[in-house]
């Protein structure tokens, strides 16, 4: 501010007092987000600390006239972790949270799911998606006393316990806090659960354990608060080449392990090559970068990537925001060029033929005994009802792991969990107490790939009650259909698409259908059914075959596709997935449509 323009008359003096209080009062406005031209906020009053990166591509924002989306603004006005004594005194009394609190209790892993539930749901993380029999027992406790009794294990290998009053809110993540677990950054806008391959360190195929390279990154995200706020949620997965696909192609950043040959000018060893922006939901897998980055730098080089998102991702477009868009803007190369300035160094680089062929995974090693590597021990996959365990069953799976395995407790992007480490003269006990708690370790091909969401009953954004029509979907078709290659099945409530439908062989997506004769005047729960998505080396988005499936038709359209697709594939070795491949959608429906005659 210059005063030489002010008409009254003061001294030099006065004037060099004005200017200086006025800067002040530039400078706080600044602090606070408040505003103020671009230039007196870059000469006067360049944001500093672990959240400078943060205002700084918000004053960017702002300096270019256009808006903050509301939840940069939620954050701007107070950093979630600056609010946590606000979050006590909701929960002392009570209180649901306001929209902008409901936003920032999710750094604490909270989320009020009103009018789904009149509760908070909260969400765990655990690197690799593994963690101690103590500490799923624990969970049960917590989730008894302060939940609605029971969990359910997720698409990322997390958990979540539910049904969790304003009151109990503070009470249940300290409890977990003080289980050795966390629930901080595993909501809005942070790095989600970091996964990881499930057999890690016990698969007899696997090119690299996973664990360390998973915790690395979990500690190291834990333990910097400008990796908090970033543009929007931001998935990060380790594939270690092991029998259990990880679906590391549909996270941000994928670190897939291969062995790279000899003979083509770089060191040969196992490295972890690079994809960015998976987002199957936008319906795009992980591009590839051609990169490979050696496992004791992938924490190093997934920092950069993440701070170059930081500084170049969408503010204002909440639709917008994750890091495909800005790959789609940038170009790949240009963004990874971007990331090589930050590191100081290029990346190295490979070609295709370098790279020696990638183990197969197994589409059922996540269900029933497999050998481990070590001799003499074995890991069981556990068949879980859609994810869902009650509290008797946490205990009883963790007393399980602790008599008769080696006390780890797994889980898997399949909604389900492994025990490891059970002894070759023990299986045939575990496998009966696993039984006695109402589990399986078997399951038809239909069951052992069917995947759901929440669903409406506790989630505000889904349009249908996923985990239920799933089930009736599997008591369908299960006794109808005898279907005798790995299939999977993935019903997801909203746009979010939790569990990834477009990469299913069958994936359905939530939607308000007319309720008869195609008219809208009653809209009730129902989906768009796509087919021939896959993931892995088929990895592929599915194409629409029906719209505005009414929910109570979802079981026998999901029999009539299957039929079509037993009386017309090519062979008996052809998958469901080649079979839908060779289709386009309206002959798929067509196809389908016959078998009702």
């Not at 509301?70 to 949270?97: I, S």
């Not at 664990?211 to 931001?234: M, T, V």
């Not at 259908?513 to 988005?541: K, R």
Request: proline share 4%; with cysteine; net charge neutral.
């Amino acid at each position: 501010m210059k005063l030489e323009t002010v008409s009254l008359n003061f001294t030099d003096e006065q004037k060099r007092y004005l200017e200086g209080f006025a800067t002040g009062l530039q400078i706080s406005r600044v602090g606070r987000g408040l505003g103020g031209s671009a230039v007196a906020s870059k000469a006067i009053a360049e944001p500093v600390g672990p959240d400078a990166i943060h205002l700084t591509a918000q004053n960017k924002v702002t300096a270019s006239g256009k808006k903050l989306a509301d939840q940069e603004k939620f954050k701007r006005d107070l950093h979630p972790f600056d609010g946590y004594e606000r979050l006590k005194e909701q929960a002392k009394n009570n209180t649901p949270p306001s929209p902008a609190d409901n936003f920032r209790w999710r750094y604490f892993g909270l989320f009020y799911v009103g009018p789904a539930q009149d509760s908070y749901m909260c969400r765990l993380r655990m690197p690799n998606g593994i963690l101690r029999h103590w500490q799923l027992s624990g969970l049960a406790d917590l989730a008894e006393i302060y939940g609605g009794g029971y969990s359910h294990v997720t698409t990322r290998a997390n958990i979540q316990i539910r049904e969790i009053l304003p009151r109990n809110s503070v009470a249940l993540i300290e409890g977990i806090q003080d289980l050795g677990l966390c629930s901080r950054g595993s909501g809005a806008d942070n790095i989600r659960n970091v996964t990881g391959t499930p057999t890690a360190g016990i698969d007899p195929q696997e090119l690299i354990d996973t664990r360390p390279y998973a915790r690395e990154w979990h500690h190291h995200i834990l333990n910097d608060r400008s990796l908090y706020g970033l543009p929007r949620k931001f998935n990060v997965a380790f594939d270690g080449a092991g029998r259990i696909a990880v679906l590391e192609d549909t996270n941000d950043i994928a670190f897939a392990a291969v062995e790279v040959k000899d003979g083509f000018g770089i060191e040969p060893g196992v490295r972890f090559r690079l994809g960015v922006g998976g987002i199957t939901g936008h319906k795009d897998f992980a591009r590839e970068t051609s990169i490979i980055v050696k496992p004791a730098e992938a924490t190093q080089v997934a920092d950069a990537i993440v701070r170059l998102f930081i500084e170049t991702g969408d503010r204002t477009n909440r639709l917008k925001a994750r890091l495909k868009y800005v790959l789609d803007n940038m170009g790949v190369d240009k963004f990874m060029t971007g990331v090589e300035e930050k590191l100081g160094r290029k990346l190295v680089r490979a070609p295709a033929d370098a790279i020696a062929p990638r183990p197969v995974f197994d589409r059922m090693a996540h269900i029933g005994v497999h050998k481990q590597k070590q001799n003499g021990l074995n890991w069981i996959g556990v068949v879980l009802p859609l994810g869902k365990l009650s509290c008797e069953q946490m205990r009883g799976l963790a007393k399980i792991a602790q008599d008769v395995g080696d006390g780890e407790i797994r889980l898997t992007v399949w909604q389900n969990l492994l025990i490891s480490g059970v002894r070759d003269e023990n299986v045939a006990l575990a496998v009966a107490a696993i039984e006695k708690l109402g589990l399986a370790t078997k399951a038809s091909q239909i069951r052992a790939g069917l995947i759901a969401c929440t669903g409406n009953k506790g989630c505000k954004f889904a349009a249908s009650d996923t985990k239920g029509h799933a089930a009736a979907i599997g008591d369908w078709c299960e006794s109808r259909v005898n279907i005798d290659t790995p299939l999977n099945i993935h019903l997801t409530g909203c746009h979010h698409s939790c569990a990834q439908h477009y990469i299913s062989d069958i994936g359905m997506i939530a939607a308000k259908v007319p309720s008869a004769n195609g008219e809208c005047d009653e809209m009730v729960e129902g989906y768009h059914l796509f087919a021939g998505g896959g993931f892995g080396p088929q990895a592929d988005i599915g194409q629409e075959v029906y719209r505005d499936v009414k929910a109570e038709d979802a079981p026998k359209t999901v029999e009539r596709l299957l039929k079509a697709y037993l009386a017309h594939r090519s062979s008996q070795d052809e998958t469901f997935f080649n079979f839908a491949r060779r289709h386009d959608g309206e002959t798929l429906r067509k196809l389908a449509d016959a078998e009702l005659s």
